[in-house]
């Protein structure tokens, strides 16, 4: 049974929008901040966005003023509002928990995003 799972992926043209979503599986415990991976083939993941239990976020520079972040007062589900895509988009968009007292972290299954120029 996944512990994060994701929704919302899919094809979009450059210059459209999708929206991420990923939930908390009802077994999941211990996570404070909630974020965005993604992941194209040969390259290692890479941070998008997180948002921490106060609500505090933090982008990487090529999303900043495109992608948003959310988290429902539950902290239990996370969003991920795309605007404005480009290609260099495209990757495949992992779900990220972490859980400070934990020796591990949830990862989701990955859902792929594709942006055609």
């Known amino acids: 049974q996944e512990q994060l799972v994701e929704s919302g992926g899919g094809l979009v043209q450059a210059g459209g929008s999708l929206r991420l979503s990923c939930a908390a599986a009802?077994?999941?415990?211990?996570?404070?901040?909630m974020g965005w991976y993604r992941q194209t083939p040969g390259n290692s993941r890479e941070l998008v966005a997180t948002?921490?239990?106060?609500?505090?976020?933090k982008y990487a520079d090529s999303v900043k003023g495109r992608f948003t972040i959310s988290r429902e007062v539950t902290r239990t589900t996370v969003y991920l509002q795309m605007n404005n895509l480009k290609p260099e988009d495209t990757a495949v968009y992992y779900c990220?928990?972490?859980?400070?007292?934990?020796?591990?972290?949830?990862w989701g299954q990955g859902t792929q995003v594709t942006v055609s120029s």
């Open positions: 990220y928990g972490q859980r400070l007292a934990y020796a591990t972290d949830y």
């Open positions: 009802r077994n999941t415990f211990g996570i404070t901040a």
């Open positions: 948002i921490s239990a106060d609500g505090s976020t």
